[in-house]
């Protein structure tokens, strides 16, 4: 129950990186584009340049001396006939197409130019070739993106810090005084109990002392609920081998002072006598906030059937009430929510299940009718 300020600076902070980052994506792609663009119209007219400088060489040539035909350390050129044939080339690779213009075939950049016929050693195409790898604008694009995000994860992250260590310090105090209450609710509650049993059996069977007694044990239904909120991240839940038919005859027991105010039986329809392997502590308060539950939402006269069997390798425990039914099945595990608010109680309790029956890995499905009842049905595996 304690806000991890951490914990949540650090989740918060990856999720506006993450759309901040998504935002960003656009104009990075548009800048990257842009800067493609210009390049290639660099090297085109950096070809061009080229190719009119080895023009101009050989309209300058007068012979009878050899031709010296010019070279570039960057760029790479030749000179082929009317059928694309080399008369002389430098090309490390030869363009696939002589279609006049600028080319872009994989690494390299060709510029060619036709060329009038008979006037130039005979050739009819001049080509141009460099190479050029957009890998680098890529990576600078990249290496952009990612300052950027890292930049701003960052500042998220320190800024949502500092933002929640107010709320984690109230947030905090507010479990403190959880758990200093539920320590002095504790102690008046079992002193009731003890209390209660002793008078019981001075004075024998008394009605006002059974309300009594049923009102401490649902109290200490909700204050069980309310404890196992404050541990369940801070200690482990060891498993252990349990007789669940046993087990449930227990808190069927447990519970019938409490159905009896209402004038609500419980019903033992137990045919099995299966174990199952889980925490003691986790199955309680499935069972318990199940039976409460059903206790609760039922009518008065009426019952709660309670059944136990085994199919193959499955355990199914299923608890039936003739109650006012569910409306919202979907609704009822979220924590608070409440399906009748005259009911009482917080909300908490079959959210609580339905974390343990996640955790657990144990089936549910729920039946239920308005006006007409609601049955639970768990699936356990058998140990």
Same mark, same amino acid.
């Given at each position: ?160 810090? !500092? ?6 310090? /109230?947030?905090?105090? *507010?479990? =403190?005084? &959880? $758990?200093? +209450? ?96 889980? !925490? ?6 499935? /069972?318990?906030?199940? *039976?409460? =539950?059903? &206790? $609760?939402? +039922? ?85």
């Amino acid at each position: 129950m304690i806000l991890d300020s951490k914990r949540y600076a650090i989740r918060y902070a990856l999720f506006y990186t993450i759309i901040i980052g998504l935002v960003l994506f656009v104009p990075l792609f548009v800048y990257t584009s842009l800067v493609l663009d210009i390049n290639e119209a660099k090297n085109q007219q950096e070809l061009k340049k080229v190719a009119l400088k080895i023009i101009s060489k050989m309209e300058s040539y007068r012979g009878p001396e050899p031709f010296v035909y010019p070279r570039f350390s960057s760029y790479q050129s030749g000179l082929y006939d009317e059928r694309f044939k080399p008369i002389f080339s430098l090309l490390k690779h030869e363009p696939t197409a002589f279609t006049p213009g600028y080319h872009k075939e994989g690494a390299y950049r060709y510029y060619i130019l036709e060329l009038p016929k008979n006037i130039y050693f005979g050739a009819k195409y001049l080509v141009i070739s460099k190479t050029f790898d957009p890998w680098h604008i890529y990576r600078m694009t990249l290496l952009i993106g990612v300052g950027i995000l890292l930049i701003l994860l960052l500042f998220s992250y320190l800024v949502l810090k !500092n933002f929640s260590a107010p709320f984690a310090k /109230i947030n905090q105090a *507010l479990d =403190n005084f &959880i $758990k200093d +209450s539920m320590h002095e609710i504790n102690t008046p509650l079992s002193i009731i109990n003890v209390n209660i049993d002793l008078f019981s059996r001075k004075v024998g069977h008394n009605k006002h002392l059974a309300r009594i007694k049923a009102a401490a044990k649902a109290l200490a239904n909700i204050y069980n609920d309310m404890d196992y909120l404050i541990k369940k991240d801070r200690i482990e839940y060891a498993k252990e081998s349990i007789w669940l038919d046993i087990f449930l005859r227990e808190r069927i027991d447990y519970f019938q002072e409490i159905a009896n105010l209402r004038n609500i039986e419980l019903i033992d329809k137990i045919a099995a006598h299966p174990t199952i392997t889980i !925490n003691k502590t986790k199955l309680q308060r499935i /069972i318990d906030n199940t *039976l409460s =539950n059903a &206790i $609760k939402y +039922s009518k008065e006269n009426s019952k709660v059937e309670i059944y136990l069997k085994e199919h193959k390798n499955k355990v199914i425990l299923a608890v039936k009430d003739y109650g006012i039914g569910i409306e919202n099945p979907q609704k009822i595990f979220d924590r608070y929510y409440r399906e009748d608010m005259d009911k009482g109680g917080f909300g908490i309790g079959l959210n609580i299940v339905k974390n343990i029956l996640d955790e657990e890995k144990i089936g549910l499905k729920i039946v239920s009718k308005p006006g007409i009842g609601t049955t639970f049905i768990y699936l356990f595996t058998t140990s």
